[in-house]
């Protein structure tokens, strides 16, 4: 089993600055991307972010490039999103995911999520 451990949510003030980090662990897994996603109070799971595990390429959603950047550190097995520029829209539940194939934007691509970690902008 592959476990996923995100810290780094919290609250944060309009135009301020988070950074989630997760780590994964666990068996012997074949990372393609990992990535990001949000969800917000009565929304669908949207794609924020994600990054070849390999060659390193990242990917953004329209909304947050320019203000979100993600990052990994392979010899720990972790990825990071640093958030700057928040804005109350960018509240939602956000989770780490692993996918051990291609389609980063899709959700159903990845096969492990961590459990989740609470970001809330306030005006």
């Known amino acids: 089993q592959v476990q996923l451990v995100e810290s780094g949510g919290g609250l944060a003030q309009a135009g301020g600055s988070l950074r989630l980090s997760c780590a994964a662990s666990g068996r012997s897994f074949s990372v393609y991307h990992m990535g990001w996603f949000r969800q917000a109070a009565g929304n669908e799971r949207e794609f924020v972010a994600a990054i070849r595990w390999s060659g390193g390429n990242t990917y953004y959603a329209e909304s947050v490039k320019g203000r979100f950047t993600i990052s990994r550190e392979r010899a720990k097995n972790t990825v990071y999103l640093q958030m700057n520029s928040l804005k109350v829209e960018d509240t939602a539940v956000y989770y780490c995911?692993?996918?051990?194939?291609?389609?980063?934007?899709?959700?159903?691509?990845?096969?492990?999520w961590g459990q989740g970690t609470q970001i809330t902008v306030s005006s």
């Open positions: 995911g692993l996918s051990e194939r291609g389609s980063y934007w899709y959700s159903g691509a990845y096969g492990y």
